[in-house]
């Protein structure tokens, strides 16, 4: 690794390592100030000088033992047996492979290359980060389960205009929750991007949260059957609305007394016979039950065949 200087045609600094990260000229690197002052070095990861340690965004990894210093949140990286060892750098490979996430390795050759939508990165200061949590949220959701919290730290990077998932991402996720359903869903990503990207997909840059028009829109597009039914005001106390146990995917978006504005999905479940409420996960046995528990003043909801 080589730095150049900008006004000059010259080498101000320059890094050699062995394959593991190991800083070969390790007194040349201690006495230039450059050195001390820039703290991305071998594959563009974080080093700590005082213990001579990578910080790979997630753990800390030790080059003298080409280990990692705990165990990570993957009970299986790869196929390998290697990928069942929680603390090993690139399977014992760190001249094919490289990690800047410190929870998968990938091949050094496929870098820039890659599928987004994979466990792929790019080497370099300016793309660890982004692409280590687009990447990161891609394998948690590649078999697209359930998302039970717009809460969840590994979503907060996702943005409805200038908001936060946890502060308004309750209508992509409850699309992304419908599509689970549907059998047919995208990667969680998708749905952030298509409410954000366009004008009327949301109301006050986000602030008001996701326009339920351009939810039906979006199904509809699809091929589905879509059906909104209209705003409630008051509740009736024999209705048991049973008609939602057929469909294959609803989301509703309701108004509480505390006036507290929320989207989710649900669906009626043949082997419970409940229905099952997600972002947060409930279970009830009714929607009106549902809807008394909650205490929701008014509501519509989009059903989806």
Known sequence: MIINSLTKACTVLEYKYDSYGNIVN?????????????????RGYIWDKETNLYYLNSRYYNPETGRFLNGDGMIQSSSSVLGNNLFTYTENNPVMNVDPTGYCYELVDEVGDQDPRSCRFYVGI????PELIESYIARIYKNHQYINSQGDNNLQHLMIGDKTAKQAGCGPIAMYNADVML????????????????????????????????????????????????????????????????????IILYWDVHNNVH????????????????NPTRTYSSVNIFLKENEIKMFLIIEIN
């Open 26 to 42: 390790w007194e040349d690197i201690k006495t230039n100030t450059l050195a001390n002052i820039n703290p991305y070095t071998f």
């Open 126 to 129: 300016g793309y660890i980060i």
């Open 183 to 250: 059998g047919g869903a995208r990667d969680v990503e998708y749905y952030f991007s298509y409410l954000d990207n366009s004008v009327g997909r949301n109301f006050n840059n986000g602030a008001w949260g996701t326009n339920p028009i351009m939810i039906a829109t979006y199904f509809s597009a699809r091929g589905k059957s879509v059906n909104i039914t209209l705003p409630q005001f008051t509740l009736n106390p024999f209705a048991t609305f049973d008609s939602f146990k057929s469909n294959a995917a609803n």
């Open 263 to 278: 989207y989710m999905a649900f669906k009626f479940n043949y082997t419970t016979g409940f229905f099952d409420f997600y």
